[in-house]
């Protein structure tokens, strides 16, 4: 195996020199950053990475915690946090809580053993308080997706509950007055934004709200045509659904034609997070979009900002907004029941 004192041999410098010039030191004349280069290139040295990290107490890692390791949130959210550390010299390690508070403690642990730089949370389980002792023991952590005010230099997120008064205020325009709603799991912070966002809408337009227009899904598609189902069975009278996310939207739109209910006809359905398949289904559906690509960019950035003390980007709030397609109708023709037909 080549060492560094192969390396500095043949270049002609110190080992120390070898090593600052690895560790990109400014200090490095670019004559000597040269000849080490060309006798890396030479020997076919390959630095040790664990060695370097604790040389330099830096590990060019960056560790990354998510909900899930799949989905079409979470797979451009990791992919776009990836590209963005990669094209900075720096690798991501993602691990995944999967709706676990244990499991969730235990990616911290885990990403904190790995010797990783940095970390950037979304979690759904720890609380408030416990994130923010997270942060007072790991300053180099990013939360993502969650606005804590005590540590908000260290919260990177989105506004759910515009996104949800969006939706909601849109169909109001649009002419409904019956509007129900199938959440994401109540567990989730971004379900009770997304819902206190629907109350404000009806609140403000002086509709009451019905809780048995109301319902709880699930963000992926475990049990969402049962809920549809559900919800249907209800006899609500409703003319509109607003879909917490579009994995719901779409098993609602698999119940509506099943039970030949033409959708932005008999029901108007609006969505939240324009997934790629949105704009394809038909009729194409009205969404709300969740900027997760340049949420992954920015986390990074972020907390490259963070570990290299230089200015950060400004954003702390990515905004919603509605992106209208033809699910939505102007008004009703009737109201709804589960024993409608086209």
């Known amino acids: ?78 992919h776009h946090a990836e590209n963005t550390a990669r094209n900075n010299n720096m690798h991501l390690i993602v691990t995944s809580g999967q709706e676990s508070k244990s499991r969730e403690l235990d990616s911290i642990r885990f990403l904190k053993a790995k010797r990783v730089d940095g970390m950037i949370l979304h979690t759904d389980k720890l609380t408030d308080s416990e994130l923010i002792d997270v942060v007072a023991k790991n300053p180099m952590t990013l939360i993502l997706n969650r606005f804590i005010p005590e540590i908000a230099d260290h919260c990177l997120y989105f506004d759910n509950e515009l996104g949800g008064y969006l939706a909601t205020k849109h169909l109001i325009e649009r002419g409904h007055q019956r509007i129900a709603c199938i959440t994401g799991q109540a567990s989730k912070v971004d379900s009770r934004e997304r819902l206190q966002g629907y109350r404000l809408a009806l609140q403000e337009h002086n509709i009451d709200h019905d809780l048995s227009l109301v319902i709880e899904g699930r963000f992926d598609h475990e049990g969402n045509h049962q809920v549809a189902e559900k919800l249907l069975d209800r006899n609500t009278g409703a003319t509109a659904v607003f879909c917490q996310n579009d994995a719901i939207a779409l098993a609602l739109y698999d119940v509506c034609y099943e039970r030949g209910i033409a959708v932005g006809k008999n029901l108007s359905i609006v969505g939240f997070d324009n997934d790629t398949y949105s704009q394809h289904i038909r009729p194409s559906l009205t969404t709300v979009n969740f900027p997760v690509q340049e949420m992954g960019q920015l986390a990074v950035e972020r907390l490259l900002s963070m570990l290299n003390r230089s200015s950060a980007s400004d954003i702390s709030a990515l905004q919603p907004a509605l992106v209208i397609r033809d699910s939505v109708s102007t008004g009703c023709v009737c109201l709804l029941s589960s024993k409608s037909q086209v």
């Open 1 to 78: 195996m080549i060492t560094i004192k192969e390396v500095s041999e043949l270049a002609k410098v110190s080992q120390s020199t070898v090593s600052r010039t690895l560790n990109g030191h400014a200090s490095v004349k670019e004559a000597n950053r040269q000849k080490v280069f060309a006798a890396i290139e030479q020997l076919g040295y390959t630095p040790n990475a664990f060695a370097q990290a604790l040389a330099s107490s830096r590990s060019n890692s960056i560790g990354m915690l998510v909900g899930s390791l799949d989905g079409p949130f979470y797979g451009p959210l990791m």
